[in-house]
């Protein structure tokens, strides 16, 4: 199956999955949005000052010799004008934030005033070339009332926690998390920190780095350990992982070799959708379901495993967490190296650097293709995607990145 294929299936198999429920808004950051959100009043409510300084009519200005007028009251943020509306060729001081009376419209800043007292009154001297509404906040000016702020589906950001308090929203609805197993396959795989390896062992790598990618998510993450290479257990242990999750997510055991036994599981206890796709690396990966469970099975490899899940796991996720799917936005940069032949007829990425050209940016392929290398991993600042008819890169040939900051990976 084509890359292309592998999508648009899985963009057709998958939509939200969860409920929604009410979350505080402190602990509402990277969750998605379940409903609309309509601003109930105008942001700000009230027309106010951008700065410290003298509010006047500007009608009562003269923009070219500058004017002198006597300070009549004084309004400060949380504390509006008390006296009488201010008369016709008045002043009055105004500290920044608060709220301006309707028959003033334009602002002052304080430093370029001068002011001094005359008898019992407190005269101000505007200098010349103020225009109208200078440092005036309007009222509605950020948000119009009744004007949609955020869509369902939305992935609340830290700013937009910011638009939602300004509305008044203390909690909001959004669809609950996903309940995402993590599962590593294998007799051979050891969890770090538990004992030293015997011959033939090795750590288990994929397992706290998929963890991680699925919190890039929003998703909460139940550890489901190791599972050895026996076809009865893995299967009685995947139906009981898929009556209680959204999804389970399995790394090794999806090749054909005799001890690869996820995806003669995944058939007999539900329907597999697609196994094997035409990219390089994460051919073996495969999609299914068991009952209302999604399952994803990932190579073995560490970057099959972080390749898969970047491409077409995240996305996965998102979607049934509620969010539109997600598509990676490539920059087009130029090559510092030479691929002079390669396979076709199979969608192929590779671990890449950004470097400074004479130019501007540039994109450096990492030197080993291996995909055990975690090295590469650490190094890349992403990847480069190459279609399945593309022969040979050749230096200064414009290559699609995709940066891991796409996918809410932090760069180095």
């Not at 119009?144 to 929203?169: M, N, T, V, W």
């Not at 750590?203 to 009865?232: C, F, H, K």
């Not at 501007?360 to 293709?369: C, I, L, S, T």
Request: hydrophobic content about 40%.
């Amino acid at each position: 199956m084509l890359h292309s294929d592998a999508v648009a299936l899985l963009k057709a198999r998958i939509a939200p999955a969860v409920t929604a429920e009410p979350v505080s808004l402190a602990a509402a950051g990277s969750r998605v949005l379940a409903e609309a959100v309509i601003s109930p009043h105008p942001v700000p409510r009230h027309t106010n000052s951008a700065v410290d300084g003298y509010a006047f009519r500007h009608s009562d200005y003269n923009a070219e010799a500058g004017t002198l007028l006597p300070v009549t009251g004084r309004a400060s943020a949380g504390h509006p004008l008390e006296e009488a509306p201010s008369s016709p060729g008045t002043a009055i001081r105004i500290l920044t934030g608060a709220v301006i009376p309707d028959e003033l419209d334009t602002v002052v800043m304080q430093e370029d005033t001068d002011t001094f007292e005359d008898g019992r009154r407190t005269m101000v001297r505007l200098p010349p070339g103020l225009k109208a509404g200078s440092n005036v906040r309007k009222a509605g000016e950020d948000l119009k009332q009744d004007q949609e702020i955020f869509s369902p589906g939305h992935i609340l950001r830290p700013q937009d926690l910011a638009a939602l308090a300004s509305i008044g929203y203390g909690t909001v609805n959004c669809y609950r998390r996903l309940r995402v197993g993590v599962v590593s396959s294998g007799d051979e795989i050891v969890r770090a920190g538990e004992r030293d390896l015997n011959i033939g062992e090795v750590y288990d790598a994929n397992a706290p780095m998929l963890a991680s990618l699925v919190r890039l998510t929003g998703a909460e993450v139940i550890d489901l350990g190791i599972w050895p290479d026996q076809r009865d257990l893995v299967t009685t242990r995947l139906a009981e992982a898929a009556d209680g999750l959204d999804v389970i997510i399995t790394s090794g055991g999806a090749s054909q070799g005799e001890e690869d036994h996820m995806s003669a599981a995944l058939a007999a206890l539900g329907s597999r959708h697609f196994w094997r796709i035409a990219v390089k690396p994460g051919r073996p990966m495969m999609f299914g379901q068991i009952g209302q469970a999604i399952m994803v099975g990932l190579p073995g490899n560490p970057v099959a495993v972080f390749v898969c899940f970047l491409m077409y796991v995240y996305p996965l996720l998102r979607r049934l967490s509620g969010a539109p799917w997600p598509t990676p936005r490539p920059i087009m940069l130029p090559a510092t190296f030479e691929f002079p032949k390669r396979k076709l007829g199979r969608r192929e990425f590779w671990r890449a650097t950004l470097t400074d050209g004479p130019d501007g940016g540039q994109v450096e392929k990492f030197a080993r293709d291996g995909s055990g290398l975690i090295s590469g991993l650490r190094a890349a600042d992403g990847l480069i995607e190459v279609d399945e008819e593309v022969p040979a890169i050749r230096r200064g040939d414009f290559v699609a990145f995709i940066p891991f900051s796409e996918f809410g990976i932090l760069s180095r």
